[in-house]
T-cell receptor, first 116, second 112 residues
Framework: DGGITQSPKYLFRKEGQNVTLSCEQN?????MYWYRQDPGQGLRLIYY???????QKGDIAEGYSVSREKKESFPLTVTSAQKNPTAFYLC???????????????FGEGSRLTVL | GQQVMQIPQYQHVQEGEDFTTYCNSS?????IQWYKQRPGGHPVFLIQ?????EVKKQKRLTFQFGEAKKNSSLHITATQTTDVGTYFC????????????FGIGTKLQVIP
């Protein structure tokens, strides 16, 4: 089945620890995105990538890091520098970047991170 | 950066009533995408509007893009309990770095 797989679904971490969230897609999409969702705040963009080995900061990149070494994979690391990391994290992918009009986003099922 | 404002943030309706959510921007939008997120789920794409004044329908859902491409709306006729969820609008830039910016979402509750 084609789609986006995020893991783990639930994650608990202690303050001061880094944690990496996995996002894998087999849709052959060029573009991948990471969003953070908090109650009442919608979806806020953390990082996005249009091609392998290239990525851009979104609106709330501080305290996060990413890599795009393979087309299929876009892992997100939540570092200890992120002041309020407890949230629901969503990964998405789409065709692009040269597609006009732009394509739709396909989302994974999300990873819920709780910092204790 | 580009901001997409969405109202209302919450809406409770009686089953069978209509529902509308609005998306506004101070600048011209490249396009508008609409997504639905069921409780406990992830956002799922509904539709994309590209042209000025465009209107698209999906059964009981009607999507509009303003003539100036600065606003959009989603209207649901005769809501059902299956319509419950949060509806998001999003702008996706064409070409180059295709940043996708979401509105805050409208959470719809349908009272049976």
């Amino acid at each position: 089945d084609g789609g986006i797989t995020q893991s783990p679904k639930y994650l608990f971490r202690k303050e001061g620890q880094n944690v990496t969230l996995s996002c894998e897609q087999n849709l052959n999409h060029d573009a991948m995105y990471w969003y953070r969702q908090d109650p009442g705040q919608g979806l806020r963009l953390i990082y996005y990538s249009q091609i392998v080995n290239d990525f851009q900061k979104g609106d709330i990149a501080e305290g996060y890091s990413v890599s795009r070494e393979k087309k299929e994979s876009f892992p997100l690391t939540v570092t200890s520098a992120q002041k309020n990391p407890t949230a629901f994290y969503l990964c998405a992918s789409s065709i692009g970047p040269r597609t006009v009009p732009a394509g739709e986003l396909f989302f994974g099922e999300g990873s819920r991170l709780t910092v204790l | 950066g580009q901001q997409v404002m969405q109202i209302p943030q919450y809406q409770h309706v009686q089953e069978g009533e209509d529902f509308t959510t609005y998306c506004n921007s101070s600048t011209t939008l490249s396009n508008i995408q609409w997504y639905k997120q069921r409780p406990g789920g992830h956002p799922v794409f509904l539709i994309q509007l590209v042209k000025s004044g465009e209107v698209k329908k999906q059964k009981r859902l009607t999507f509009q893009f303003g003539e100036a491409k600065k606003n959009s709306s989603l209207h649901i006729t005769a809501t059902q309990t299956t319509d419950v969820g949060t509806y998001f609008c999003a702008e996706r830039l064409n070409g180059g770095y295709q940043k996708v910016t979401f509105g805050i979402g409208t959470k719809l509750q349908v009272i049976p």
